[in-house]
């Protein structure tokens, strides 16, 4: 029998006891439906036979997870090859190795924001329509799509992510079909992809804040690896951050300090300025605190303020903007907080609530919301009441982040006790009105 083309992919089939093509493919499709949740999801043995030739094109991101699922190692152990014609074999730690992506069903991804844009095309159950005007995309459309995904992000900082998200996974898919339908050049074709990249951590992002945690893990995976299979150290070391974010408010604090240690590895591949580094510290130092870790939290706290006090620069990404003095002041109050020093906790947020502007209003109201729950835990009713209804009114004026709200639901609950005095019976009633 003559050797295959891709000798990766054979071996790996083999050593499954898969020793037809046949079996392969249908090993595959089985392994896929049960990690996309897709009982229509297959591989046809076409597809599979292509994927043993010497030089097999890099699968659709569904394909890429029922591999993943099927032989435990993703597409770039498999002998793929990566758009333009780059081998994919790693030359140093992997994302297999660093970090447990779960699996992405890009499919339904992608057809949920086809119908929210009603472009029948991008749904899983239809093909492009044919005599289709071409779609010839350059710089200009990339600025126009950038600035879009910036306004998201800004938005997203004033107002909360909770009517964000959908708008976001739109404009993801309609990059996602400039890239499957589009003509353009390799230069612009690598600023779609980035910018996807991009997108998608965002989006991430607006579901974290809208409590879609679930759809939240998927999105950051997905950005993730994009960047790893792109080598692109600045989106891996953004999505990271945010990912560790989010392991914290899960309850998994070590995976919250793993996740930031890694994305400070990443950093490092790009010489990322002083203002990432200190917001990676402080992503660190909440896992610590979220753990009861004082000595490690401290010193990454310390760390993040150093990294921080080195100012701006020209190469700060847009992303990292966020982190004020007030953000920063307001992270170190939330560490204090989970350590249970909740009289200096009170100070850090009661400063970071008196610096933070406008634009950050929806940080605000979380600080605030905070500071209403530490100052309740230092049995200090009139601060808790006076931050709590400042936090109330933000949200009564537009902002939309359920993270806020259920940080204003702990308040509620941690004035039970208190209900003897009128003030506190009457934020908790205004608090049950407009949050519960």
């Known amino acids: 029998m003559r050797a295959p083309g891709n000798e990766h992919l054979y071996a790996a089939r083999v050593s499954r006891g898969w020793f037809s093509q046949e079996k392969a493919a249908e090993g595959i499709s089985l392994a896929g439906q049960d990690a996309l949740k897709d009982e229509s999801f297959t591989v046809g043995v076409r597809t ?53 992506i779960p699996p992405v069903n890009r499919r339904e991804a992608l057809a949920a924001g086809a119908a929210a844009l009603g472009l029948p095309w991008l749904s899983s159950t239809n093909s492009a329509p044919t005599g289709h005007q071409e779609l010839r995309i350059g710089h200009e459309e990339i600025n ?57 951590t965002s989006l991430g992002w607006f579901c974290y804040d809208a409590n879609q945690q679930a759809e939240a893990r998927v999105y950051f995976s997905e950005a993730l690896n994009t960047a790893m299979l792109a080598g692109n150290a600045t989106l891996a070391t953004r999505t990271l951050s945010n990912m560790a974010r989010q392991s914290v408010d899960l309850g998994k604090p070590r995976e919250a300090v793993r996740f930031a240690q890694i994305a400070q590895g990443h950093a490092a591949e790009w010489q990322a300025p002083a203002r990432v580094s200190a917001l990676l510290a402080i992503r660190e130092a909440q896992g610590y605190a979220h753990m009861g870790n004082e000595v490690a939290c401290s010193t990454a706290i ?10 701006t620069s020209d190469r700060d990404p847009d992303w990292v903007g966020f982190l004020n003095e ?91 006790p208190f209900h003897k005095s009128p003030e506190v019976r009457h934020t908790a009633e205004l608090l049950t009105a407009n949050i519960a």
């Not at 600035?147 to 938005?155: F, Q």
């Not at 996974?169 to 074709?189: C, E, F, M, N, P």
């Not at 049995?379 to 259920?406: F, H, K, P």
């Open 144 to 200: 126009d799509l950038r600035a879009t995904a910036l306004d998201l992000d800004a938005i997203d900082q004033r107002f909360g992510g909770d009517r964000l998200w959908r708008s976001a996974r739109s404009h993801l898919s309609w990059v996602h079909h400039l890239i499957d339908q589009g003509s353009y050049t390799d230069a612009v074709g690598q600023e779609l992809q980035g910018l996807a990249g991009e997108l998608t």
């Open 326 to 416: 007030a953000e920063l002041t307001c992270l170190e109050g939330m560490c204090r907080l989970d350590l249970g020093q909740h009289k200096r906790s009170v100070r850090l947020l009661e400063r970071s609530s008196a610096l933070q502007d406008i634009e950050h209003s929806r940080n605000r109201g979380m600080c605030l919301a905070r500071l209403s729950y530490a100052a309740v835990q230092d049995r200090d009713l009139d601060r808790t009441v006076a931050a709590a209804q400042e936090s109330l009114r933000l949200i009564q004026g537009g902002m939309t982040s359920t993270r806020n709200r259920q940080q204003l639901v702990l308040v509620r609950d941690s004035l039970a």
């Open 302 to 311: 310390k760390r993040a303020w150093k990294h921080f006090g080195r100012g």
């Open 48 to 100: 599979y036979r292509r994927w043993e030739t010497p030089t097999p094109p890099w699968p659709r991101p569904d394909y890429a997870t029922a591999l993943r699922a099927a032989f435990n190692r993703g597409p770039e152990h498999l002998g793929f090859v990566l758009p333009g014609g780059s081998s994919a074999e790693p030359s140093g730690p992997t994302l297999d190795s660093e970090v447990m």
